[in-house]
């Protein structure tokens, strides 16, 4: 009787169905790596050629490129000089940290960086919780690509 219930348990209907379906999912996902695997490699070796057929074809190309890049810098440094607008940086000390990052914004100055005015090099992590002691530059005119720094301590401390 033993023998019988062992038999009967091996030969479970499901058990076949769900051999069969773990052996398709199996196949599958091998399957679906090796093409995942294949397109990686594929696009990497693809890209090779197309360089390296780029660098022989391209010989004249580089020395046109190398033409216009040298005078682009010229053309670039003098077009971006009229462009820097100048603002008038605010007043910001005396404001909580966020209000003052608020304020330089609104003024067009969006190159910002915080410091603890303490020295002990923390960071501000809640800018409400801080009060600006300090900023460069002063405030004044200044062209609105100008780094402005803020100095701040905790609300509880003193500058």
């Known amino acids: 009787m033993r023998r019988m219930m062992l038999t009967q348990l091996t030969h479970h209907p499901w058990g076949d169905t769900m051999r069969t379906r773990t052996i398709a999912a199996a196949i599958a996902a091998a399957a679906l790596l090796t093409l995942t ?17 780029e660098e022989t074809s391209g010989d004249t190309q580089d020395t046109d490129t190398i033409e216009t890049d040298t005078a ?35 003024a067009g100055f969006f190159v910002l960086d915080d410091q603890d005015a303490s020295g002990q090099n923390r960071l ?15 405030a004044g005119a200044y062209p609105t690509d100008t780094k402005v720094i803020l100095y701040a301590v905790k609300d509880d401390e003193s500058c």
């Open 124 to 138: 501000q992590v809640f800018d409400r919780n801080w009060t600006v002691c300090s900023q460069e530059p002063e």
């Open 37 to 53: 695997a294949c397109e990686g490699t594929a696009d990497t070796s693809s890209s090779k050629p197309d360089s390296a057929a």
């Open 72 to 106: 682009a810098p010229a053309d670039d440094a003098s077009a971006a000089e009229p462009e820097s607008e100048t603002a008038s940086l605010p007043d910001l000390v005396g404001l909580d940290l966020q209000a003052a990052q608020d304020e330089a914004q609104a």
